[in-house]
Structures are given as structure tokens and as C-alpha cells.
């Protein structure tokens, strides 16, 4: 082996390139020779060469594995001509093989370029540079085929690695190239649409059939990328086979050797459950932000048909309606609808155009108003027995809510569609939910409606107090000139007779007994008086026989058949303030007979029974609607009422026209208020 070392380097100076390693098979010395100062002359790189003369050496040498080029030539002694390149070749594939022969042979070049030669030279028409230069050529040659073939194999397992991972994601994965014609889709997009991946190959977005709402905004995003080289993300709402699914879009543009797009790389994420997640929040703050306005609003207001009209006007935001109604319990079980929703708008209804209706006539509301539950309806055309109580149903689904005060249903809310299936559990809750924040200003609205009839009543009652005084004192005075004055007159002027008789010496005994007789009648004037305004009876002997002593004086003075009961009473006395408000509504109702009733007879029964006192008066008179009277100014039922609730107790009429009326009072048998 010969070994021709590199120059130096000088110092600051690029360092050269590696040592070339050579082998030189050559079985002639002189060529050998020849080839190696060839090789050699004037050589800026260090060269290390090694030379045999035999095949058979020169695969044991190429067997090591540390020689770049082959010299060889084709006139071995143990192989010639095509056979040595072979076997060379063979020996050491990846080793560039330059031929240096004797041999001008245009085809056995040609064939031996085929066997694996990198250049083939010819003995006697090569000078230094040529072959150095040959010998360059064909290492480097070498080495970027070998590269080629690593970043070939390298871009195949590239491909095979993409194609894996995108064809186990879940995400749908796809390659446009500027035109948009897709040149690869994932599998997974077969899920999605039902097409096959290579359905999509070749064609447009356009031409698969995507949707044109979207279609515009999907083309638009792609060739913004292509011309602006930004990668872009995008959010599409997707009609798929299972439903609409929420998709979120990348695009990322893929470049080029001449470094511009020639490509768009899309990733579309299902994102359907963290789409519907975000969705929820943001209804649930919205819905939460609405009743949030809709309690200010409703506690704005204590006028009862505001309230109820702003209730319906809010729930229609949340729950949309065709038709809808507010209903509110009036009496025991009687509902009368206070607002309505027309189709247009909703209408608070006046006393006097408010339909009513009894619960107990339409079951699911009875339903309601006893369970305290909201009811839904999904189909109304399931049910044809079934209609709204006061207005048209529509005939498709149907939703009541109840209303509460005081923790007791107050009423309810009716809800109608005119599709069936309209109301979905969410919108029954969300009713509900609105029914509750409702209740409040309802309750509110309640009373302070309560507490003005409350104070309506009390003027009223002071002004009948006020009038009943100056009746009382009219009357007082009627019976003090008329009956007791005229009486007082008559008695002065007997006196003045009787002096005059007495002086004369006459007989005065007729005139004395006449003056007694005037005196007896101005006495009993004054005790009627005074019993009317309040019998002694009631002080002195109680309720039972106050009461007895009336009602035979009622039947005297009226004309009627007055039949009076009492039970239960012992020697304990009821207190003063019981018995007086018993009394005066025994007078009341007596008072009522003789005015309105037209009655022949009247009964009159006071019960002590434990801790309670009822009184009754029962007349066969002409009778009258409670409702209608309700609605009027009726003093006498208003101070009736008052005096009972005024001890905790309670007031029931019952009458209808030509039936006669009964009116009972029960109240407690002690004081409620013994501090007044």
C-alpha cells in the first residue's frame, strides 16, 4: 500500500477536505504507477491509496470497508472485462467504480456504466486532470445518489407516518391544491358525510354539494390563505348525517420551492360538545340575566294587573306563546282570568269583562291549583275532551304553571301553541322559574290591593259610623221633640192647671192621675230610647237573653215571625266585646230583612260550642247574588264582616234569588284582642 499524506493547513486557513481513500486494482506496475502520479500530480486533497493486483484482493480489501473509490481495471488476471465491474460492484455496492482500461469499446462502456461503473476511461487518452476530475465526479455522484435515495425513503416514511396518523384521527383531515380541487381527504370525513375519502379526489367543495350558505365563506377562507401565505382558523357549522355538527377549521397553507402556497392543508376538529357546552352557558346567563330584569320590572309595580301583565310579557321572551292567560283564585275554588295574551300583545282585563270559571269544572287546572304542579300538554288533538277554560285553545300543545302568595297556590298561568310537541321540559321549568320570581311581586301586589280595599272599606265604614251618628242623633232627637217634648209641654201645662184648680179650691184628682199617666209615658219614651241604642239586657243579663228580648220586639215592630234558639250558653258570661258585635249583627241582618229581604219569617240561633260562638240568621226572603253584592257598596254585609274578622272570626253568606238568605258568624269565644 502507498500512503501520500495531505499538506498542511496553514494556519487561519480553510481546512482542506477529508482524505480521499482510494483503491487502485491494477495488475500491470507500470500502469499502476502511471495512474497513481496521475492521481496524484498536483492534488490539493490528501489522497490515500492503496493497490492490489487481483480481484480476489480487492474484495478481501473492500470487505473492510474503508476505501470512497474504486480504480479498476478490466484485465485481471482472476476476472476480465464485464465480470470484474460485477464483482467489484458486488463487493462494495455503495462504492463509486471508476473504470481505467486498455480496452476502446464504445459498448462495453456502455454496458459497464449499466453494471454499476461510474465512468469509464481509457488507457493512453487520459491526462491528469481528467481522470482527478473523474474520480471527483463519480464519488460525488455517488454520494447525492445515496442521497436521493435516503431523502426519498426518508419522504416515503414521511408519507406512510402522515397518512397513519391522519387516517386513525378523528379529525378531518384535507390537501386542496389552488384551484381547491381536493388531492387527499381522510377517512374519517366519511362519518361525517357519507362519502368515500377517493369521492372527494379531483373535485371541488362546489361540486360535492356543501351547502351554499357555506360554501362562500369555506372558498373564501381558502384562497385568502393561498394568496396570503397566513395560516387562517375557521369556525362552520356542518349539516352531517347524525345532526348539525360544529366544526373548527385550520388552514394552513403548504409551500412550495419557489416559496409560495402550492397547497392548503385543512384540520377540521369536531367540537360539537364543547360548542353545545359554551352554548348552555351563554343561554343560561342570558335567561339568568332576563329573570334578573324581569324581577326588577315586576317588583316595580304593586298594582296587581300591572304585575300580571309584565309577567306575561316577560315570559313571552323565554317561553314564546300564541295565546296565554292569567287566571287568580277569587273565592274557595273560582278563578277569573285577569290578563290575556291576544296573538298581539297582552291585555289586562277589567272587572267587568273577566271571564270566570269554577276549578272543580276543568280537572287538570283543579290539578294544578291543589298540587301546587305545573302541567304540560305536548298534544291537545290526544285529548279532545280537553279546551282551555276561557278562551279558544289552540290546537296543538298547552302548559299551566301555578301562581303563589303566602306560600299557597294564587293562581296560574296558561301557556298555548298552535303546534303540537311546542313545549319542551326546559321551557316548563323556565316557566315555572319565571312563576316564582313572579310570585313575590304577586303576593306584594296582593296585599297592598288588599290593604286599599282594606282602607276603601274603613272610610266607608267611618262614613256610615258618621252618618249612623247623625241618623242615631236625628232619630234621638226625633223621639226627644216629638215624643218626650211634646210629653214635658203637656205635663208643664197640667202643672200650671193643677195650680190654678188648687188655688180655685177645685177638684184635682182626675188632673193628677192624667199628669202621672204623662209622666209613665215620657219614662217608657226615654227606656225605649235608651234600649235602642243599647238594650240594658245585654249588660246585665248577656247575649242569650239580649238577643231573645230583640227578637221578640223585632217580631212586634216588623210584623214577623221572629223563632230564636240558643245553645250551649252557661252562667260564664262571654266577653263584653263579643257579645256587643254578636248583638249589632243580629240587628244588622234583622235591619236587612226588613229592607231587602220581603221575608215572613226569620230564625235566629246562637251556639256556644268550646272555644267558639256561632250565631246564624235565616230568613225565607227573596234572596240576592253574593258575587253581585260583592262588587257594590253593601254596608250592611261590609260591617257585618268587619265586626266578625275584627275578633278573628269569619262571616259565610249564602243566598240565591228567591231562595232566602243565611248568614253565619263565628268568632271566638274569648277576646282576640283584649289589649283594645
Known amino acids: 500500500m502507498v500512503s501520500v499524506n495531505p499538506p498542511r493547513t496553514p494556519p487561519g486557513a480553510r481546512a482542506a477536505d477529508p482524505v480521499l481513500r482510494l483503491l487502485l486494482v491494477e495488475d500491470s506496475a507500470g500502469d499502476a504507477r502511471l495512474i497513481r502520479e496521475l492521481i496524484t500530480e498536483g492534488s490539493a486533497r490528501g489522497i490515500e491509496l492503496a493497490h492490489v493486483a487481483t480481484m480476489r484482493e480487492a474484495e478481501r480489501h473492500l470487505e473492510l470497508g474503508a476505501v470512497d473509490v474504486v480504480v479498476l481495471d478490466l484485465g ?276 267587568e269583562k273577566r271571564p270566570e270559571f269554577e276549578a272543580s269544572d276543568h280537572p287538570i287546572v283543579h290539578g294544578i291549583l291543589t298540587s301546587g304542579a305545573a302541567v304540560l300538554i305536548p298534544d291537545l288533538s290526544l285529548h279532545p275532551e280537553w279546551k282551555l277554560p276561557t278562551v279558544a285553545a289552540p290546537a296543538g300543545s298547552w302548559m299551566g304553571v301555578p301562581l303563589f302568595a303566602r306560600g299557597n297556590v294564587a293562581g296560574l298561568v296558561a301557556l298555548g301553541k298552535v303546534e303540537a310537541d311546542a313545549f319542551s321540559e326546559d321551557q316548563v321549568r323556565l316557566a315555572e322559574t319565571m312563576s316564582s320570581q313572579a310570585s313575590v311581586a304577586v303576593e306584594n301586589a296582593v296585599l297592598f290591593a288588599q290593604m286599599q280595599a282594606s282602607t276603601l272599606r274603613m272610610q266607608a265604614l267611618s262614613r256610615r259610623l258618621v252618618e249612623a251618628q247623625e241618623s242615631e242623633r236625628r232619630s234621638i232627637a226625633r223621639e226627644l221633640h216629638d215624643e218626650a217634648g211634646q210629653s214635658l209641654t203637656s205635663l208643664r201645662i197640667g202643672l200650671r192647671l193643677l195650680e190654678r184648680e188648687i188655688a180655685n179650691g177645685g177638684e184635682i184628682t182626675g188632673r193628677v192621675a192624667e199628669l202621672v199617666k204623662t209622666t209613665d209615658a215620657v219614662i217608657d219614651g226615654l227606656h225605649r230610647l235608651a234600649a235602642d241604642l243599647r238594650p240594658a239586657s245585654l249588660d246585665h243579663l248577656g247575649l242569650d237573653a239580649a238577643l231573645r228580648q230583640y227578637s221578640r220586639e223585632a217580631a212586634a215592630k216588623f210584623g214577623l215571625a221572629v223563632h230564636f234558639k240558643a245553645l250551649g250558653f252557661t252562667d260564664q258570661r262571654l266577653p263584653t266585646v263579643v257579645e256587643t258585635a254578636l248583638y249589632r249583627v243580629v240587628q244588622e241582618a234583622m235591619t236587612n230583612v226588613v229592607r231587602h229581604a220581603a221575608a215572613k219569617r226569620v230564625d235566629i240561633l246562637v251556639e256556644r260550642r268550646g272555644d267558639r260562638v256561632m250565631v246564624m240568621v235565616e230568613d225565607d226572603g227573596a234572596g240576592f247574588d253574593p258575587m253581585q253584592a260583592q262588587r257594590h257598596d253593601h254596608f250592611g254585609l261590609l260591617g257585618m264582616k268587619e265586626r266578625a274578622e275584627a275578633l278573628g272570626g269569619s262571616l259565610t253568606l249564602e243566598s240565591s234569588p228567591g231562595a232566602g238568605t243565611t248568614i253565619v258568624v263565628e268568632v271566638a269565644s274569648a277576646d282576640s284582642h283584649p289589649d283594645h
Open 76 to 351: 485481471l488476471p482472476d476476472a476480465q472485462g464485464l465480470e470484474a465491474v460485477r464483482r467489484a460492484h458486488g463487493a462494495a455496492p455503495r462504492v463509486p467504480l471508476v473504470v481505467v482500461t486498455g480496452l476502446d469499446n464504445e459498448a462495453l462502456a456502455v454496458e459497464a456504466l449499466k453494471a454499476g461503473a461510474e465512468d469509464f476511461l481509457v488507457k493512453g487518452q487520459i491526462e491528469t486532470r481528467s481522470l482527478q476530475r473523474a474520480l471527483v465526479h463519480a464519488v460525488e455522484r455517488k454520494a447525492l445518489r445515496e442521497a436521493l435515495v435516503e431523502e426519498e425513503a426518508e419522504s416515503k416514511v414521511a408519507a406512510r407516518l402522515f397518512r397513519t396518523l391522519v387516517e386513525n384521527l378523528p379529525d378531518v383531515i384535507s390537501r386542496l391544491n389552488p384551484d381547491l380541487h381536493f388531492l387527499y381527504m381522510s377517512p374519517s370525513v366519511q362519518a361525517v358525510t357519507g362519502l368515500r375519502p377517493e369521492e372527494f379526489l379531483g373535485k371541488t367543495s362546489r361540486e360535492l354539494g356543501m351547502p351554499a350558505d357555506l360554501l362562500d365563506t369555506w372558498e373564501t377562507a381558502l384562497r385568502r390563505v393561498l394568496s396570503s401565505g397566513n395560516a387562517e382558523r375557521l369556525e362552520l357549522a356542518f349539516p352531517a348525517l347524525q345532526g348539525t355538527v360544529q366544526f373548527d377549521c385550520r388552514l394552513v397553507p403548504e409551500f412550495g420551492d419557489a416559496g409560495a402556497p402550492h397547497s392548503v392543508l385543512t384540520v377540521a376538529r369536531d367540537v360539537t360538545e364543547r360548542w353545545n357546552a359554551l352554548e348552555a352557558e351563554r343561554r343560561a346567563r342570558s335567561v339568568a340575566e332576563e329573570l334578573r330584569e324581569a324581577t326588577i320590572e315586576l317588583t316595580r309595580s304593586l298594582d296587581r294587573e300591572v304585575v300580571l301583565v309584565t309577567l306575561l310579557d316577560r315570559l313571552r321572551q323565554l317561553v314564546p306563546f300564541d295565546r296565554a292567560s292569567v287566571m287568580l283564585i277569587e273565592e274557595a275554588t273560582r278563578l277569573s282570568v285577569r290578563a290575556v295574551f291576544d296573538g298581539n300583545r297582552v291585555v289586562p282585563l277589567p272587572a
